[in-house]
């Protein structure tokens, strides 16, 4: 009797309809005895209030013998066409008598939810425990279908499933699951077993099944697995306060409802650790994180400071080295959470709920960097030993990744600073080009590399354009380039060529090599582009050591890239470099770049390359703003080396700044070459320049004639300055000397030195070339 089950209809009027044989041997009336007389002739006690809609809940018939039976029965409204109703269907079951055997006690004292349903998934028995999980009591259960007592959610489909997979196959089923429970506000774990219940002749007539709750177990495996978690997803990249917002990411919501990093304000900085105080501790809130959007629980914003007093949990724990835990009722909880309160009262109905906290410090090769905070409001569960250790365990390696960011920002701000102060800030003034110029440190875990660029004025009006590369990322990379390009402009003072200057900087970078100690000279390995700009000429002369080609822009707007052959590398040693020669039209654009720009992992770099060409073309105002169109147009999204872009148009200086004279290898000749030069400079307006050059003249032509070869030449060149040169077919260089009291000559190029700004010699194909420089007289 107690697997019965009763179906009814009646209708709005309240006549029974329709009844079951489950009702007759119920009630023991029969379907030609109920059909037509009203419902309630056939109940105990009535039940008005509940005829009009769904409900379930127990009611007492009348057995035909006279006797009362309980049952629990369920009704649905049944509605018209018209959505009126029409009616209601009840189904019913007979209500369990308390079973006083041991078996009945086990079953219902069970400290494991236990249940039994039909084959229609429909309740029949629960115990004490399972009354408890679903937060009602079992005549609210009994009769009623799964599925109408839970939420629709995936867990409760399987759990449905399940139930009709027992019931069809016959077969039992193990398996876990991870929900909540109608009267539980929390998930927990559940190791849940469904049994076949079977009648005497093997039919399977009911599922059983047993529920154990095994959160413990659960959220041991969970902490592990975010251990494992931690160690991927943390410290993915070099920056501090990326790392700490990865941390803050993993502990939200899975570990804690708030959780917040504040760091010592000399992590973010280059500065020392100091010595932590008994007072109260300032720290700055680099990242935080909530379940609920917008963070408002938060008393600090990021990127303020926060001074946490000595009692307070953060402070606790930085200054003791360990985890401390501080729970709801707790004197010093109290008083910091009020202190929150008073700080930020905005935020004060979203701490409402705060109630457990655990403050771990973060220490990394033994050095406080910071604290991390959890509190749990939503999540009931307060924070247990267990948990402060697995917080300990996370901080520490959240850490050591912190430390590590904080290590690679120090190194790659130094190595930054230290590049900035070699590179030059303000190109120097020069007429032969009008430059611009970037320089993009590359953003990615390799460090700073050892990219350079510079402008060298030269003598003669003439300009030196370089660019170089170090191998390596770093501060080692970043001094080698220091020392390279103090090499360069020294080597470049000589006024070598280009081919002769690379082959004395390769020399340079051997020896370096040597001289550190490693076997592998590639190491300190270099490349670079060095070229020479004479605006009197217009002629370009470059040469390369491993180093892309530069690209030309043309006034007629067409680009290309200069046919130079690109040398082996610095640091290669004993093969030659060569030099390429070539004349431009003024207003020549000449960009010179390191392979940053058009090399990458998955870039083909002749696609590159004739992007940057086709980007050089673009109309621009200035040269500024070609350099922006240039890297836009070039640069991929995260560049994974240096950038150095530097782009030079070629001025022209025309024949009426320049007059150059032939010199007979005579003494008499001085005078007339000295006139020659005085009445240039007043044809240009420098009768005050006069005096000072008819000196310099005298001297340098009277030197030429008396210790040089033939052919001599004078050339006065007026540019930002006044530059006087004379050249002859000797290669002996000349040198200042102090002359003694009773010598007769010796003096000149001391005279020539007081007289002028600066002076010097250069080597050149057929000979030397002295020069001289004097300011020009302001104009009138």
């Known amino acids: 009797m107690d697997q019965v089950v009763a179906a009814a209809v009646i209708d709005a009027q309240g006549v029974v309809t329709g009844w079951s044989e489950g009702a007759r041997l119920l009630t023991g009336h029969t379907a030609e005895e109920a059909v037509g007389r009203p419902a309630a002739e056939l109940l105990a006690d009535a039940v008005p209030a509940r005829m009009d809609g769904a409900w379930t809940g127990p009611v007492v018939v ?30 019913a079951v007979p209500r369990p008598a308390t079973e006083p055997t041991l078996a009945g006690s086990a079953f219902q004292q069970a400290s494991m939810s ?14 004490d425990a399972a009354c408890k999980v679903m937060g009602v009591p079992e005549e609210v259960l009994l009769g009623r279908h799964y599925p109408e007592t839970v939420e629709d959610a995936k867990h409760s489909r399987g759990f449905n499933y399940h139930l009709r997979q027992v019931a069809e196959t016959g077969r039992p089923v193990r398996y876990e699951s991870f929900t909540g429970a109608p009267s539980l506000n929390r998930e927990h774990a559940w190791s849940i077993e469904m049994w076949p219940l079977r009648d005497t002749d093997g039919e399977v007539g009911a599922v059983a099944l047993a ?11 969970r902490r592990l697995a975010l251990l494992n978690e931690a160690a991927a997803c943390i410290g993915t990249s070099l920056d501090v306060v990326r790392t700490a917002e990865e941390l803050v990411e993993l502990l939200v919501p899975k570990f804690a409802d708030f959780a917040s990093v504040d760091l010592l304000d000399w992590v973010l900085g280059a500065d020392e650790p100091p010595a932590v105080s008994d007072d109260g501790i300032v720290l700055r809130r680099v990242a935080h994180g909530s379940v609920t959007e917008g963070t408002p629980e938060a008393g600090v914003h990021l990127g303020d400071l926060d001074a946490y007093p000595a009692y307070s949990p953060p402070a606790r724990a930085l200054r003791e080295g360990r985890a401390v835990l501080s729970q709801a009722g707790e004197p010093d909880f109290v008083r910091w959470i009020a202190e929150r309160d008073t700080r930020t009262p905005e935020g004060r109905r979203h701490r409402l709920g705060v109630h457990s906290l655990v403050a771990v410090p973060l220490r990394a090769r033994g050095t406080t960097l910071g604290v991390a905070v959890c509190i749990r409001i939503t999540d009931p569960d307060d924070y247990e030993p267990d948990d402060a250790l697995f917080a300990e365990e996370l901080a520490s390696r959240a850490a050591v990744c912190v430390d590590n960011a904080r290590r690679f920002a120090r190194e790659r701000t130094t190595a930054l600073a230290l590049q900035h102060s070699l590179l030059p800030r303000g190109l120097p003034g020069q007429a032969a080009v009008e430059v611009a110029h970037r320089y993009l440190p590359s953003g990615s875990t390799a460090g700073i590399g050892g990219d350079w660029f510079d402008v060298i004025p030269l003598s003669g009006s003439r300009v030196a354009l370089v660019v170089g590369d170090v191998v390596g990322h770093g501060i080692p990379s970043t001094a080698t380039m220091g020392r390279l390009c103090m090499a360069v402009r020294t080597l470049a003072d000589v006024d070598l060529p280009p081919d002769e200057l690379l082959t004395h900087l390769d020399d340079l970078v051997t020896h370096l090599a040597s001289h550190d100690g490693g076997d592998d000279v590639a ?3 270099a490349t670079c582009l060095y070229a020479v700009y004479d605006p009197v000429t217009r002629r370009l002369i470059l040469a390369a050591a491993g180093h892309p080609a530069p690209a030309l822009v043309l006034p007629d707007g067409t680009a290309r890239l200069v046919p130079v052959t690109p040398g082996p590398p610095l640091g290669v040693g004993g093969l030659p470099f060569e030099a390429v020669e070539l004349e431009l039209p003024e207003d020549t654009v000449v960009a010179l770049y390191t392979d940053g720009l058009v090399e990458d992992r998955d870039r083909d770099v002749d696609r590159a390359t004739a ?12 040269l500024d703003a070609l350099c922006d169109t240039v890297l836009k147009a070039v640069l991929p999204e995260e560049p994974g080396d240096d950038v150095a872009l530097l782009l030079a148009r070629t001025r022209a200086l025309g024949t009426e700044q320049v007059a150059t004279w032939d010199v007979d290898r005579d003494p008499a000749h001085v005078a007339t070459a000295r006139q020659a030069a005085t009445d240039r400079l007043a044809a240009w307006g420098l009768e005050e320049a006069a005096f000072v050059t008819e000196l310099v003249v005298s001297e340098l032509v009277t030197n030429a004639i008396r210790y040089g070869e033939p052919p001599i030449t004078l050339r006065l060149i007026r540019d930002r300055t006044l530059i006087c040169e004379v050249s002859d077919g000797s290669s002996t260089s000349p040198h200042l000397r102090r002359a003694h009291y009773d010598d007769e000559g010796g003096r000149g190029l001391l005279l020539v030195a007081q007289l002028t700004q600066r002076w010097g010699s250069r080597q050149t194909t057929r000979g030397k070339t002295i020069w001289c420089e004097q300011a020009l007289p302001p104009p009138l």
Do not use: K
């Open 114 to 127: 236990m249940s039994v349903f039909d084959i229609r998934q429909r309740y029949l028995r629960l115990n």
């Open 523 to 525: 190491e300190l390995g």
């Open 211 to 221: 529920a154990f709750d095994s959160s413990e177990q659960y959220w041991a495996r």
């Open 62 to 91: 009348r057995h035909r013998d006279g006797h009362p039976v309980t049952v629990t029965v369920t009704a649905c409204p049944v509605t018209g066409p018209g959505g009126e109703p029409v009616g209601l269907t009840l189904t």
């Open 611 to 622: 992007e940057l060409c086709n980007a050089l073309t673009a109309p621009a105002a200035t």
